[in-house]
């Protein structure tokens, strides 16, 4: 089953992704990155903080949709309809910021619009009309035959290699560098995905970055932008 | 030291409110200062490492209550290996609630859990303000954790982990804030607004706002900024 998570974590899928910074475009312009070391500073924040909860909302996703890897047993579909809107409502919940909002919508049904085909199932449907992208991302993982963990480690992944693949377009940052840079984080990777499980009082990772939040609404109103986000 | 603190609000005659449980055992006394308020006092040093605060507010229909705190509270760590002090403050609320303790001023080597769970009914009403300081003035900043969970008619509005201080992941310098100032509010809606280290989002009849910076009074008054917006609503009407 490695096969379809690395499809899934790979920036070739059509779903998107591209059209998307991770808020490095303004960071880029606020100065906050510049240069490979700030980069990675960077991608560290955004990996425990978005990258984190979309972790945990990617596999609570992918257990609720089943499948062969998840551990639990199909559930009735109506149910994974009304647990699937629960849990877009906590993603919902956990990105205040409007503009990240319509960019994880934006991704979610992208990667619905090729998961259907990818991976044909009738779990597709259960899903809202626009999902949060770890929404999508988990059900494509659990459609693939993949397990909660595996699309928790897909999440957490594409949390920072969106990013790191535009600041070195916007930077025109040499391609082994950034390449290190991102390597450099695989240990943070997986322990972001280890830790994509509910707390102690049933809570799923809600970590948050009040400057991404700031970064991707002052991102929004500007014109001269080459990302959406 | 475990501390338990509860209140409730209840609509009584003459839509006066009532307060007919105001009780607090450990390190926090509760007085009532005004026809709907109380203010906790600290009654020891602290909170200390390894410390236990829960905080129990019930605001029932058509009643209102207002919880202040009488000095900042300044965390301290516990001898050795400190473990982090927690408050938890849970809320269930069906008239209005106006949450606005003094700052928490965590010192050096301390970790400060802080965890507000408000469960608002339909109509219900909540202003919740948070003021963290980290260090004492020339003092290494201590560690802070904060996590808002509200709910209205049983969906999440806003679930966020903000976590500052040294050994916290995202804290990294460009922008590791000493100062942190944050306010949510459920009510009436307000519009987006940006500004500098300063956020207002907009939520589903509320807002978020928070700022950060190296010192509280100047971040309060980037906070004070967002707030003084008026409403778009207000605006076009």
Known sequence: MTAALLALADSRLPAGGHTHSGGVEQAIAAGVVSDPRSLETFLRRRLTTSGSTAAGLAAAACRTAGGPRTGAAPAPAGDRVAALRALDREAEARTPSPALRAASRQQGRGLVRVGRRAWPDPVWDDLPAHPHHPLALGVAAAVAGLAPGDAAAAAAYLSITGPATAAQRLLAMDPITVAVVTARLGDAVDEVSAAAVPDADGWLPAGTDPLLDLLAEVHADRTDRFFAS | MRTLVEVVARAGPGGRTVLPVVRASGQLAVRRTGPTTVHLVATAFGPLGGDDAVV???????????????????????????????????????????????????????????????????????????????????????????????????????????????????????????????????????????????????LDRGWVASAWGDRLAGTRAGLALLEGVPPVEEVLS
């Open chain 2, 56 to 202: 129990r507010l019930v605001v029932e229909a058509g009643a209102r209550l207002a919880v202040r705190t009488v000095a900042a509270a300044v965390v301290l760590p516990a001898r050795g290996e400190s473990p982090p002090s927690v408050q938890r403050v849970h809320a269930e609320v069906a008239g209005v609630l106006d949450l606005q303790p003094e700052p928490t001023v965590v010192t050096a080597g301390a970790h400060h859990r802080a965890v507000l769970h408000a469960e608002l009914d339909e109509d219900a009403e909540l202003t919740a303000a948070e003021l963290v300081q980290l260090g004492r003035t020339g003092e290494e900043p201590g560690r802070w954790t904060g996590t808002t969970r509200v709910t209205r008619a049983g969906v999440p509005v806003l679930h966020t982990t903000v976590a500052l201080g040294p050994g916290a992941a995202a804290w990294l310098p460009p922008v590791a804030p000493r100062a942190w100032a944050s306010t949510v509010h459920l009510g009436r809606a307000a519009a987006r607004v940006t500004g500098e280290d300063a956020v207002r989002l907009p």
